[in-house]
Structure formats: structure tokens, C-alpha cells
């Protein structure tokens, strides 16, 4: 993947300055606060329905027995609904590497390689070259759906949003004078995030360590006892259908046999994807047991397994998760490449913007036994991931996770994108925030909308749905 550039190193910053600022007029700051559906909008229902076809079937119905829970659920789901509404709209122009579903849930607590808790972006799948705006735009109108949800008042959501947004501008002007490499080794850690919250706030410090403690809980070895159980033939992967199904009592399968040479051939071509290093580390494990998992809440239906390798004995455990890429929901709204291997587009994307990544992050494509090709994207299953719940927070605390992502997410725009552009485009003054929260609360009207439509569909039959 390569990421194209309107700058070349040989322009001076203040030329890349000029070319931001230059970017206003094709988007004002203030442009960015209308939202109104597009004359003739496409049927959101119908658009999820396009994208079931190349599920799973009987796991569709889980998907949006998932989605119908809340708006904040559906809005987790819906990240091609929001793309498709943002694509014809006019943008600035200044590309980065998009996380291309940046809801609040996306930002978490994780483990560096070096055994550091950082927070970052987690979740990649949607990752794509696009305007920085649209990032901004989803992570603020998730903060709306989950305030809403929470039952703040109109004032409140927008203070978190707007905390959100000036978090994102003012450190992309930091950014923009710092130099290149201090930018790409920027990162936030986990202390740093507890001194600050506890400065703004003791209790908000209190349960942003408690987070973090939580955190280093969920290891591989707690995923391994929860996950599988000790049999006559040693340890496999406990059973727990649809949501966790051992690849021997899936009913699809023609035979248990194929389905794990399947298997087998997508871990020999993700090892080829690791670096020599790395592929000498999981050498030192073995294949025991391979299971589909039932991830996320957008996710839901695509393909997913979880594959059980032991080291030296039986409590010597790694645990990988193989997740099917599918192109990235943004792909037909923005002009540029198109990737020829989705798992290679995620892998390349995350490592783009995260600063540090899984040790065991690759990608590999398969011709699965029904003779068709699928990339698959694998890491490591649960490594120190503290799991926010954005809209279970105070509003206190939740203007301070929002804080903390739109900050995360400018670092990670900054190391793809041109800070010294996009940080002229935003200026020194609030327009812009401004006018994001006022997007965001008429695309949070727009998403209930559709939550609605969605619950019409389950409840008229068009659309199956099951509750897990």
C-alpha cells in the first residue's frame, strides 16, 4: 500500500501551510457543521442487506439482532451507512490513512511489544487513504449517540464533543512543529493518561487506573482458560455455538478434515507474511484446535476463526484470531488504489497508524473449499485490551475520553497524513469544532432514523434477526 501525497519533502512548511489554508476554500471550516440527506438517500437497510450477501448466513441474523439493541449499537454497525453519506459530500482534500469507523469504542487500552500499556485505535478493518475530516466526523458523532444514550442534555453532548475536536486540532498543531521522526514516535501512554486524568479530575483518575489495571488482566492466559477446556486429547477450544463453535461441529463443513487443511493454509500463508524473525517465534508452536468466533457488532458474519497453537507444553498457549478483510466500506467514495489483498490493506494500515503493533500482526489470502478467494488479517486474541464503555460514562469522564481520542487520533492522522496542512486548514480558533458538533448532532438524528428504519425491517420480516 502506498499513501499518496499533494507534498514532496522538497516544499517548505510554509508551502505545505499555504496548501492547507488553501483547502478552505473548498471546504470552509464552518462547511463542515451541514448534514442533510441527500435528495433521493439510498435505503439504509437495503445497503446492510448488500453487505450480508457475502456472510455467513445464519450468522447475518445475529448481526442485527446486535445492531437493534440501542443507536449506539447500530451506529457501531453502520459504518458503511455513514460512508455513503459522507462520500458525496465536498472535502478537503488533505488525505491520511483513515481508521475509516472511528467510534469511541474503536479507542482503547493495549499492550506494546515491549509489555507498556499505551492507548490507541484498536479496531482497523474499514483502514483506507480518505480525507482526515471523515475520521473526525464519525468519532464525533459517536460521542453524541453515546452521550444521548447516557441521557446528557443537548448542552452536555455538545461540551463532549467539542472537547473531542479541540483535543484533535490542537494537537495536530503541536504536530505541525514538531519534527518528523518525534511525530511518528509520539505515543500516548497509560500513565500519562492516569496523571492527567487525575489532575482534571481525582475520581476520573481513580477509574482511569482502575482501567488500566483491568487491562493487563486480559491476557493470553485469561483468554486460554475461558476459552478452552482439558480433554482426553489435551486442551481444545470449549464449545459454545453459534458464538464459539469448534471447527468438528460446524454443520457447513464437507469435512472436518478439509476444513482444517483450509486452515492450515491460511496460517502457512500468513507465517510467510511475518518478518524472519517472527516467523522463527511461531515455529515454536503447534496447530491443536481451530474454532469460528462470532466477533464485534459490524463484523458479525464475517468469516472469523480462533486458532488454538501450544508451545513447550499444554499451559504454553498462543492464541491467534484469523479475521476475514473485506474491502474497506470507504473503497467507492474516495478516488485512488484499490488494494489487492484486504488483509495486506489492514495490516499496512494499522501499522501506519498505531504505534505500536501486535508482534504476531499478518495477513494472507486463501481459496476456501468453496473455490473462493478470501484475505484474512491475524493477531493475537485478547493482549492487554481495556474495553472503554463510552456510553456508560459521567459527563465528566466522558469529556475526558474524549479528549483522550481525538488527541490519539490526531497522532495517528499526523503519521500518514501532512500535520503542517491539516493543522493550517484547522486554525488556531474553535470554527471548526464548532461546527462538528453540529454535525454530529444532526448525523446522531440521522442515525436514529435509521435504528428505526432497521427495527421496522426486523419487525415486518424483511430482515431476520436473533438476540445473543
Given at each position: 500500500?502506498?499513501?499518496s501525497s499533494a507534498f514532496t519533502p522538497s516544499l517548505s512548511p510554509a508551502e505545505r501551510a499555504a496548501?492547507?489554508?488553501?483547502?478552505?476554500?473548498?471546504?470552509?471550516?464552518?462547511?463542515?457543521?451541514?448534514?442533510?440527506?441527500?435528495?433521493?438517500?439510498?435505503?439504509?437497510?437495503?445497503?446492510?442487506?448488500?453487505?450480508?450477501?457475502?456472510?455467513?448466513?445464519?450468522?447475518?441474523?445475529?448481526?442485527?439482532?446486535?445492531?437493534?439493541?440501542?443507536?449506539?449499537?447500530?451506529?457501531?454497525?453502520?459504518?458503511?451507512?455513514?460512508?455513503?453519506?459522507?462520500?458525496?459530500?465536498?472535502?478537503?482534500?488533505?488525505?491520511?490513512?483513515?481508521?475509516?469507523?472511528?467510534?469511541?469504542?474503536?479507542?482503547?487500552?493495549?499492550?506494546?511489544?515491549?509489555?507498556?500499556?499505551?492507548?490507541?485505535?484498536?479496531?482497523?478493518?474499514?483502514?483506507?487513504?480518505?480525507?482526515?475530516?471523515?475520521?473526525?466526523?464519525?468519532?464525533?458523532?459517536?460521542?453524541?449517540?453515546?452521550?444521548?444514550?447516557?441521557?446528557?442534555?443537548?448542552?452536555?453532548?455538545?461540551?463532549?464533543?467539542?472537547?473531542?475536536?479541540?483535543?484533535?486540532?490542537?494537537?495536530?498543531?503541536?504536530?505541525?512543529?514538531?519534527?518528523?521522526?518525534?511525530?511518528?514516535?509520539?505515543?500516548?501512554?497509560?500513565?500519562?493518561?492516569?496523571?492527567?486524568?487525575?489532575?482534571?479530575?481525582?475520581?476520573?483518575?481513580?477509574?482511569?487506573?482502575?482501567?488500566?489495571?483491568?487491562?493487563?488482566?486480559?491476557?493470553?492466559?485469561?483468554?486460554?482458560?475461558?476459552?478452552?477446556?482439558?480433554?482426553?486429547?489435551?486442551?481444545?477450544?470449549?464449545?459454545?455455538?453459534?458464538?464459539?463453535?469448534?471447527?468438528?461441529?460446524?454443520?457447513?463443513?464437507?469435512?472436518?478434515?478439509?476444513?482444517?487443511?483450509?486452515?492450515?493454509?491460511?496460517?502457512?500463508?500468513?507465517?510467510?507474511?511475518?518478518?524472519?524473525?517472527?516467523?522463527?517465534?511461531?515455529?515454536?508452536?503447534?496447530?491443536?484446535?481451530?474454532?469460528?468466533?462470532?466477533?464485534?457488532?459490524?463484523?458479525?458474519?464475517?468469516?472469523?476463526?480462533?486458532?488454538?497453537?501450544?508451545?513447550?507444553?499444554?499451559?504454553?498457549?498462543?492464541?491467534?484470531?484469523?479475521?476475514?478483510?473485506?474491502?474497506?466500506?470507504?473503497?467507492?467514495?474516495?478516488?485512488?488504489?484499490?488494494?489487492?489483498?484486504?488483509?495486506?490493506?489492514?495490516?499496512?494500515?494499522?501499522?501506519?497508524?498505531?504505534?505500536?503493533?501486535?508482534?504476531?500482526?499478518?495477513?494472507?489470502?486463501?481459496?476456501?473449499?468453496?473455490?473462493?478467494?478470501?484475505?484474512?488479517?491475524?493477531?493475537?486474541?485478547?493482549?492487554?485490551?481495556?474495553?472503554?464503555?463510552?456510553?456508560?460514562?459521567?459527563?465528566?469522564?466522558?469529556?475526558?475520553?474524549?479528549?483522550?481520542?481525538?488527541?490519539?487520533?490526531?497522532?495517528?492522522?499526523?503519521?500518514?497524513?501532512?500535520?503542517?496542512?491539516?493543522?493550517?486548514?484547522?486554525?488556531?480558533?474553535?470554527?471548526?469544532?464548532?461546527?462538528?458538533?453540529?454535525?454530529?448532532?444532526?448525523?446522531?438524528?440521522?442515525?436514529?432514523?435509521?435504528?428505526?428504519?432497521?427495527?421496522?425491517?426486523?419487525?415486518?420480516?424483511?430482515?431476520?434477526?436473533?438476540?445473543?
Amino acid at each position: 500500500m502506498t499513501v499518496s501525497s499533494a507534498f514532496t519533502p522538497s516544499l517548505s512548511p510554509a508551502e505545505r501551510a499555504a496548501y492547507g489554508q488553501d483547502a478552505r476554500a473548498r471546504v470552509p471550516r464552518s462547511g463542515h457543521g451541514r448534514y442533510e440527506p441527500a435528495k433521493g438517500r439510498f435505503d439504509p437497510i437495503r445497503l446492510l442487506e448488500e453487505q450480508s450477501r457475502s456472510r455467513v448466513a445464519e450468522l447475518v441474523p445475529i448481526r442485527y439482532g446486535r445492531m437493534l439493541e440501542s443507536p449506539f449499537r447500530f451506529y457501531r454497525g453502520a459504518a458503511a451507512i455513514m460512508a455513503a453519506d459522507l462520500g458525496p459530500r465536498p472535502d478537503t482534500g488533505l488525505r491520511v490513512q483513515l481508521c475509516g469507523d472511528a467510534h469511541p469504542l474503536n479507542f482503547r487500552l493495549l499492550a506494546s511489544p515491549e509489555r507498556r500499556m499505551v492507548f490507541d485505535i484498536n479496531d482497523f478493518d474499514e483502514t483506507h487513504q480518505g480525507p482526515f475530516e471523515w475520521d473526525v466526523e464519525r468519532l464525533a458523532a459517536g460521542f453524541v449517540t453515546a452521550a444521548r444514550a447516557n441521557g446528557l442534555s443537548v448542552r452536555r453532548q455538545d461540551e463532549v464533543v467539542r472537547a473531542c475536536v479541540r483535543a484533535y486540532r490542537e494537537r495536530m498543531r503541536q504536530f505541525a512543529g514538531m519534527r518528523t521522526l518525534d511525530v511518528w514516535y509520539a505515543q500516548d501512554d497509560a500513565d500519562r493518561i492516569r496523571e492527567l486524568a487525575a489532575t482534571a479530575d481525582a475520581k476520573a483518575g481513580r477509574r482511569t487506573a482502575e482501567a488500566a489495571q483491568r487491562a493487563r488482566t486480559r491476557t493470553h492466559l485469561k483468554a486460554f482458560a475461558k476459552l478452552t477446556r482439558v480433554t482426553d486429547e489435551g486442551r481444545r477450544i470449549a464449545s459454545d455455538p453459534p458464538l464459539l463453535t469448534p471447527l468438528r461441529e460446524l454443520r457447513d463443513r464437507p469435512s472436518e478434515a478439509a476444513r482444517a487443511q483450509e486452515m492450515r493454509t491460511v496460517l502457512d500463508g500468513y507465517a510467510e507474511s511475518l518478518p524472519p524473525e517472527r516467523r522463527h517465534l511461531l515455529r515454536h508452536y503447534r496447530l491443536v484446535d481451530i474454532a469460528r468466533k462470532v466477533v464485534g457488532v459490524g463484523s458479525v458474519g464475517t468469516r472469523c476463526w480462533v486458532v488454538l497453537l501450544l508451545g513447550r507444553d499444554d499451559d504454553d498457549p498462543l492464541l491467534l484470531q484469523a479475521k476475514e478483510a473485506q474491502e474497506s466500506v470507504l473503497a467507492d467514495h474516495v478516488d485512488g488504489e484499490r488494494h489487492e489483498n484486504q488483509g495486506r490493506r489492514v495490516v499496512t494500515g494499522q501499522h501506519l497508524m498505531q504505534t505500536t503493533s501486535d508482534i504476531f500482526l499478518g495477513w494472507t489470502r486463501v481459496v476456501g473449499l468453496d473455490g473462493q478467494e478470501r484475505d484474512f488479517y491475524v493477531r493475537q486474541l485478547w493482549n492487554w485490551k481495556g474495553i472503554p464503555r463510552p456510553e456508560t460514562m459521567d459527563h465528566e469522564l466522558l469529556v475526558l475520553f474524549a479528549r483522550q481520542c481525538g488527541a490519539c487520533l490526531a497522532r495517528a492522522h499526523a503519521r500518514s497524513g501532512d500535520p503542517v496542512a491539516v493543522a493550517a486548514y484547522l486554525g488556531g480558533g474553535d470554527r471548526f469544532d464548532r461546527a462538528v458538533a453540529e454535525f454530529a448532532q444532526a448525523y446522531a438524528d440521522q442515525n436514529e432514523r435509521d435504528f428505526a428504519a432497521l427495527r421496522a425491517a426486523c419487525a415486518s420480516g424483511r430482515l431476520p434477526s436473533r438476540k445473543l
